[in-house]
């Protein structure tokens, strides 16, 4: 009777967590679209401050060199060019995406800093939409069998022994 509990509370878990994963994903998109805006801007600025001294960008980047601040910021500027070009690529084909690719390219690539900002704002709520209520059935069934394997795993050796001692 206590497995059976543990079980259904595994699966119970298991739902919560996953029917969370629809919403997360939504509002991760929010939080790259907000982090391309904001890097479009920075790029839009180097350009044109590039443009203005008659440079192009890289010639631009080369030129800060020299002292310890001008080459901190010319690693900040090129790692901002370089996630710019990954926001670029990855936000429409996010936009346009379903609860469930957007979810699977959330785990396949997912970009640190946005990930690491949507979980801190992230607020889990109830299951609303049939996305999240299969979210939610998947998970119930992931963390039945989960719970179940953990469950069964301390009795293992136990069973293997007395199969043994049964076939001697």
Known sequence: MILRVLTLAGGIIGAGVAAQGPG????YVFELEAAERTLS????????AASAAGLDREAALARLRGSALLERRRIDLTRNLERHTTLEAQVPRLQTAGPFLRSYYLLRAPDTEALHATAQMFLPTAPRSRAEVIFAAIGFVAGTAF???????????????????LRS
């Open 24 to 27: 997360f994903s939504r509002a």
């Open 41 to 48: 801007g920075v790029v839009a600025h180097f350009d044109a």
């Open 147 to 165: 719970a179940r394997l953990l469950l069964w795993l301390p009795t293992w050796p136990g069973r293997y022994c007395r199969r043994r001692a």
